[in-house]
């Protein structure tokens, strides 16, 4: 684009709104984007103040902000997820439906790295609901060289979707409840209203609850009659310390399951454990979750009712991130809580 004097501009397509306020109270855009000026708009845009103008070179190969935007927008968002502007060369991406917000960290960066481009996200595993904002996408100058933008699609569409929001599945869900003092009656069990409401926030499929002693047998007695009855996901409370008579952990090892951790380095909810038993998760369900809104386990049962597996390599990137300072009000997700990297 070229800028000349408003009074040498006949004849040529405007490349910007230009916006004005009026004695009548208007305020917005006077011209718009494509308009071809005429000799009757001179005096108009000198009355807004518009002396000099932006005009397009037509061999210059630039793209405007608004279809920068919009271009490489369409090319990142996956599924469940909406897209509205451009609105000053800014487009707005939304969660169309509940789930959780994916995003692909290391395409975002090569995307923000590309000349001109800027693309602000929330953090990714983030639990969202239907029109959610999830990102901004925009260029910083007016106009961009045609270059950039096919190397922002191109990135884009090589790790597609860059961004997606994944409905939650109803997974069938057994929680075994360990402990003798538990299973005698001495004291009544706290962890059963707990899990129901966590999990009902996910539409799980409680197939019930069995109280053990701590007794391995039986512990894995219950395991085996949840996987019986098509548990997707087993949740195990109670003796997930180190004593030795702590035997939840022991009970997941001993059933056969593929440890992915035994411990998380996050406060609170250290001691959460996990594992996969085939198709099935085990989750050794940290004691921090009894009296505490949010913990580890808030964490990635996100994840879990979304269907994405959990790796042993990148636990050891929440511990940035991992520390809750336990605030009077729990504002999570909207901290760095589990934003682990």
Excluded at 20 to 47: Q, Y
Aim: charged share 25%; aromatic share 6%.
């Amino acid at each position: 684009m070229r800028k000349i004097r408003v009074q040498d501009a006949i004849g040529e397509t405007l490349c910007h709104d230009m916006t004005a306020i009026l004695e009548s109270g208007f305020k917005g855009v006077r011209f718009k984007r494509g308009h071809v000026i005429s000799a009757e708009d001179i005096p108009a845009m000198l009355d807004m103040g518009k002396f000099q103008v932006f005009v397009w070179e037509p061999e210059a190969d630039e793209v405007h902000e608004d279809d920068a935007a919009m271009a490489v927008t369409e090319a990142m968002c996956g599924k469940n997820v909406t897209s509205s502007g451009p609105t000053e060369g800014k487009m707005e991406i939304r969660a169309a439906s509940d789930g959780l917000f994916c995003l692909n960290r290391e395409a975002l960066k090569q995307m923000n790295r590309v000349g001109d481009y800027t693309i602000a996200c929330r953090p990714g595993y983030t639990r969202v609901a239907k029109g959610d904002l999830l990102a901004g996408a925009r260029i910083i100058p007016l106009v961009t060289k045609r270059r950039n933008v096919d190397e922002a699609v191109r990135i884009a569409k090589a790790n597609d979707p860059v961004l997606a929001v994944l409905p939650f599945k109803p997974l069938k869900t057994g929680i075994v409840i360990t402990g003798s003092e538990i299973y005698h009656g001495r004291i009544k069990d706290a962890f059963e209203p707990i899990l129901r409401a966590k999990l009902a926030g996910y539409g799980a499929e409680i197939l019930g609850f069995r109280k053990c002693p701590d007794d391995l047998e039986m512990i894995l007695a219950a395991i085996k009659a949840f996987l019986s009855s098509g548990a997707e996901l087993i949740l195990l409370t109670g003796g997930m310390s180190v004593d030795p008579d702590d035997l939840t952990p022991t009970a997941i090892r001993t059933s056969g399951a593929r440890l992915v951790t035994q411990g998380v380095p996050m406060q609170g909810g250290n001691m959460l454990t996990m594992a996969y038993l085939d198709k099935t998760m085990l989750i050794g369900v940290p004691g921090a979750s009894m009296r505490a809104p949010t913990t580890s386990l808030e964490v990635f049962l996100p994840r879990v009712f979304a269907g994405i597996e959990i790796t042993e390599e990148e636990i050891a990137g929440y511990g940035e991130g991992g520390l809750c300072l336990g605030c009077k009000v729990c504002r999570h997700p909207l901290c760095w809580f589990g934003t682990g990297r």
